[in-house]
């Protein structure tokens, strides 16, 4: 269940919280955050203690706890629900923050929970969390929920990715379009450097049958064409990173909760880079391996 209320804390002026922007307000049950999957980071949930007649209470998230009292803990503070007049209700926990509404936005909602056992409403939305596939058993329980509640309205049960599809649609089609031509470029890169390295080993033969003649092994000739391409790569890996760091600002927009400047990105590309380079440097250097040294010292 989730609503608009107002938030009234004493000691911090109205006015200051209306600047905050509008604030949200979520029913939740003790169960709600494990099946929501929303962390507690300091503090406590909700429990089957917090009813109607109990102590009230309440849990903000990051972001809410932090424009409140910014350098101050908030567990143990006092915030009112609905009206300066109404009872005080303890702050139990802070969550992470989780995105409500729209995905997209910069600056992460303001959220706070309380207990739906202290909460005068009388609808609201039951999430469930099942093992396999979620969009088989949607019928199965939509059935289940009508049976139990006969004089409510038709009940609605769809998986929650079917929920978030139109607001994840963009970011999808965006993810997988960067994959395709990231995955591109990467064959374009592979293949040019199987050509370079290729067309290298060739006008290179004398050079091996020599080094073959001499006595050397052929992973010492396989060593040196591929720690040659490992060079060209790492270079051209170097300069490409220097350019990602400085053009990073104008892909933010375009990133949901990825840094531009992510490390492990980074170690994932230059990684996957290097993986390809030995590849496409493998095959010349096998075959300059197995070069007959008295044809290649007969070759211009």
Not at 92 to 113: C, T, W
Request: glycine content about 10%; overall charge positive.
């Amino acid at each position: 269940m989730t609503y608009n209320d107002e938030l009234y804390v004493p000691g911090i002026d109205t006015a200051k919280i209306n600047r905050l922007g509008d604030l949200v307000m979520q029913g939740a049950s003790p169960s709600y955050f494990t099946t929501a999957g929303t962390r507690i980071v300091r503090g406590r949930g909700f429990t089957t203690e917090d009813r109607a007649g109990a102590a009230p209470v309440v849990v903000l998230n990051e972001a809410l706890a932090k424009a409140l009292w910014p350098n101050e803990n908030a567990i143990g503070k006092c915030v009112k629900v609905g009206a300066d007049t109404a009872p005080c209700r303890a702050v139990v926990g802070i969550s992470e923050n989780v995105k409500f509404g729209a995905i997209g936005g910069e600056q992460p909602d303001l959220i706070f929970h309380v207990p739906m056992a202290q909460v005068a409403e009388n609808q609201g939305t039951l999430f469930l969390r099942v093992r396999g596939n979620v969009t088989a058993q949607s019928e199965a329980i939509r059935r289940d929920l009508q049976r139990v509640m006969p004089g409510s309205a038709y009940v609605l049960a769809r998986p929650l990715a079917n929920v978030l599809a139109p607001e994840t649609r963009s970011w999808r089609l965006g993810a997988t379009m960067f994959a395709i031509f990231g995955g591109l470029a990467l064959v374009l890169a592979a293949i040019g450097l199987y050509s370079v390295i290729a067309y290298s080993v060739t006008q290179r033969t004398h050079e091996m049958g020599v080094r073959i003649a001499l006595g050397a092994r052929v992973a010492d000739v396989v060593t040196m064409i591929v720690r040659d391409a490992l060079g060209v790569v790492l270079l051209g890996v170097a300069i490409g990173l220097g350019l990602a760091l400085s053009a990073g600002h104008w892909l933010a927009p375009l990133l949901y909760q990825v840094s531009p400047k992510d490390p492990r990105v980074y170690g994932a590309v230059t990684a996957v880079l290097m993986g390809v380079a030995v590849i496409a440097s493998w095959l010349p250097a096998i075959r300059a391996s197995r070069v007959d040294p008295s044809t290649a010292l007969r070759a211009d």
